[in-house]
C-alpha cells in the first residue's frame, strides 16, 4: 500500500491509499493498527509529510563510500544523533536557510527513512521488520559549519534548524518493499545528478538498526528512523556545493518516489 497523509478542503487531516491512477481512497481506522481502504475518494487539498512522527532518530556514516569521501573510519557501532519534530517539513514545502543563526553551508542529504508501527524494546534481527509501518523518503539538511566547527563536538545544532527534514512524498507499506536494502537512492539538484548509489552499500543494514536501536529502549510507534546517505553529499564536492536560495533539491527512491522541495532563506 502506498499511504498519503493530506489536508482536506474542509481543514481536517486524513490518510489515504493512494492509486495506480493517481487518485487515492480513504483509509479508515488508526494507521498503526491495519486501516481499511474505504471506496471513498480523498479530497487532498494539501499534501503532507506522511507521518507526524513521535521522535526522530538518525544514523551517520552509514555508507561505506560516505564514510571514504569524508575521510572517517567504519564504525564498530551505529552512529546515532536526533532531529527535533521542528524540522519536519512537507513535500513541496521550502527548505529555509538559517540567517539568525546563519549559516553558509547547508547542505543535501538523501535518505531511506524508516517509520516504526509497532512498540518494540529489544527487537532481535529476525523480527525487526515486523515492526515497521513503512518507508519513505526523507532529505537530512544539515548546515555543516555549525555541524562540525560550532557544534562543539555535537552534531544536533547543524542538525534541527526549522524545514531540515523534508519526508515523504508516500509511506510505501513492507508488502510493497520487501528487502529496503535493495534500493536505488539519488539527490538530483537543479536537475544535476549528485547523488546516485543504492541502499546495499549500508554498513548497518535496516534489520542491525532497529535490533540496536531498540536495545534496553522502547521504539514507539510513529518512530522514524534516518538510515544515513551515501557518497556525493554537498560538502565533499570540488568545490563544496551548497545549497543557496532558488536551488531546488529532489530525493528519488527505487519502489517510493520523488521528495522535491525549493530552497529559500529564513525571512
Request: proline share 7%.
Amino acid at each position: 500500500m502506498r499511504i498519503i497523509r493530506y489536508q482536506e478542503k474542509q481543514g481536517g487531516i486524513a490518510y489515504a491509499a493512494q492509486q495506480t491512477d493517481g487518485t487515492a481512497l480513504k483509509l479508515a481506522g488508526d494507521i498503526f493498527h491495519s486501516p481499511a481502504v474505504t471506496d471513498e475518494k480523498a479530497d487532498v487539498a494539501k499534501l503532507l509529510a506522511p507521518i507526524q512522527p513521535s521522535s526522530i532518530i538518525c544514523i551517520g556514516l552509514n555508507y561505506r563510500r560516505h564514510a571514504q569521501e569524508t575521510g572517517a573510519k567504519i564504525p564498530e557501532y551505529p552512529v546515532v544523533f536526533f532531529k527535533g519534530i521542528n524540522t519536519l517539513l512537507n513535500p513541496g514545502e521550502p527548505i529555509l536557510l538559517p540567517t539568525r543563526l546563519k549559516s553558509d553551508e547547508v547542505d543535501y542529504e538523501c535518505e531511506l527513512a524508516v517509520v516504526i508501527g509497532r512498540a518494540g524494546k529489544n527487537i532481535p534481527r529476525q523480527n525487526a521488520l515486523q515492526h515497521v509501518l513503512g518507508y519513505t523518503c526523507c532529505n537530512d539538511v544539515s548546515a555543516r559549519d555549525w555541524q562540525i566547527k560550532r557544534g562543539g563536538g555535537q552534531w544536533s545544532r547543524g542538525k534541527t534548524f526549522d524545514t531540515f527534514s523534508p519526508l515523504g512524498p508516500v509511506l510505501v507499506t513492507p508488502d510493497e518493499i520487501t528487502n529496503p536494502n535493495e534500493l536505488k537512492i539519488r539527490t538530483v539538484l537543479n536537475g544535476e545528478i549528485m547523488q546516485d548509489w543504492n541502499t546495499n552499500d549500508m554498513i548497518f543494514d535496516i534489520p542491525a538498526l532497529i535490533e540496536f536501536l531498540s536495545g534496553s529502549t522502547t521504539l514507539l510507534p510513529g518512530t522514524v528512523i534516518l538510515t544515513g546517505t551515501p557518497h556525493g553529499v554537498g560538502m565533499a564536492q570540488k568545490p563544496p556545493r551548497w545549497l543557496k536560495a532558488g536551488d531546488d533539491v529532489t530525493i528519488e527512491i527505487e519502489k517510493i518516489g520523488a521528495l522535491s522541495n525549493p530552497v529559500t532563506s529564513e525571512s
